[in-house]
């Protein structure tokens, strides 16, 4: 059975951590459990973020992160799904559709204009964000300037 559920404290940092730091290990990042469990730490702590973590079995196999977003064009506020991460062994149970799921009735619970997600163009997840209602944005271009 799939449960999800909202980080609100530091409870189970280190067991995120763990799972966090896979996620960034799959984007070819070093490993760092340290820095891991600090970035979550001030996240957490300081309300800059929304965690949804989905246990399985009596384990945490996934988590998405949502930042805030505002928009002075629409007078709103919406959510930037920025991670979403499974154990690759876990992939198929449908614990990613129950992090989408959740990441969108929190949206909807907090009268956002809606969520907003990046990803790359050979990502076969774009499957499961169209079966679940996500629409490619094809009128406006993303820009991105590096300070480095």
Known sequence: ??????????????????????????????????????????????????????VYNHTMVGFTQLYPLFSSVSVQHSWLLNDLYVLPEQRGIGAATALLQRAQLFAQQTNSKGLALETAIDNPAQKLYEKLGWQCDTETLHYYWKTI
């Open 1 to 54: 059975m799939l449960i999800t559920k909202q980080i609100t404290d530091l409870s189970c940092l280190k067991e995120l951590a763990a799972l966090f730091d896979l996620y960034r290990q799959f984007y070819k990042q070093a490993p760092d459990l340290v820095g891991s469990e600090n970035f979550l730490h001030q996240r957490i702590t300081n309300l800059q973020s929304v965690i949804f973590v989905v």
